[in-house]
Every structure is written in C-alpha cells, then in structure tokens.
C-alpha cells in the first residue's frame, strides 16, 4: 500500500465533512478546558470552529468554500493579532491530533496529516516578534 498524500481524496479517508465537524468539535473541548489555550482565542468561538472546519474541509480536497469566502488562507497574518508562544503551538498539535484519534481516523491518514500540521503549527509562533496585532477581519485578502 502507498502512502497517502493530501492530494489522493483525503477527505474520504477522514471519514467526510461529518467527521471534520467532530474533530474541530471535539478540539474545541480540549481549547475551553486548556488554560493557557483559552485566552487565545475570542470570547465567541463559533465563528473560529466554521472557519476551521472550511479550512480542512478544503485542504483535505473538498470543495475551495473557504477560499471563496475569505480568499487566500495567509494563515500567518491571519493569526497575529493572537499572541501564540511555542507552548500554544505545542498544544495545538496535541489537541488537534488527540481529536483526529479520537474520530478513530487511520493512523497512515494522521501521519500524512500531522507531517504537514508540525510546520504549520510552528509558523504560527509570533510572541515576542513585532508583527501588526489589529485584527484582519473578515474581508478577502488578496
């Protein structure tokens, strides 16, 4: 068997758009409970969760809703006004790969996926460097 890419239908191997839900759901969880993690965050976090949701939806190969309705990931300036320390970053990877076992998503799929969530998590690291905290909001940036 060959190593899945984020290229093959990814998606189906997660188990659909139903168990993307449950896995921003059930990382969510683990956000509110998390003391360091919960201040990151704005205090409504619904608009975060379908965000996120439309993120890996179409990172996984589904359909480009979130480019369509907010342009370009940028996922860098997307987060500075949120202060994230390598502790956050660490726990985002934790927690978001806890929801993805937890989904019971096959451990082949999580590898590929977690290959590329490391660097990504990483880049997110912004405290202590002079980058604009206004937030983006939700206009497209283009």
């Known amino acids: ?28 969880v683990r956000i509110e409970a998390d003391s360091h993690m919960r201040p990151i965050y ?8 379908e965000k996120l949701k439309l993120f890996l939806l179409q ?12 342009g370009h990931p940028r996922l ?20 978001m790969r806890e929801a993805w ?9 999580v590898g590929v996926v977690f290959e590329r969530f490391g660097p990504l998590a990483h880049h997110m690291v912004n405290a202590n460097q002079d980058v604009p905290r206004d937030p983006v909001g939700e206009s497209r940036l283009e």
């Open 59 to 70: 990172w996984l190969g589904g359909p480009p809703a979130y480019s369509q309705r907010y």
């Open 1 to 28: 068997m060959t190593e899945p890419s984020i290229t093959d239908s990814m998606l189906a191997r997660v188990g659909g758009a139903d168990a993307i839900s449950r896995i921003v759901e059930s990382f969510y």
């Open 101 to 109: 076992q937890e989904e019971g998503v096959a451990d082949d799929v």
């Open 42 to 49: 704005p205090e409504d976090l619904e608009p975060g969760k």
């Open 76 to 95: 860098r300036i997307r987060h500075f006004p949120f202060v994230i320390d390598d502790l956050a970053a660490g726990r985002w990877l934790r927690y």
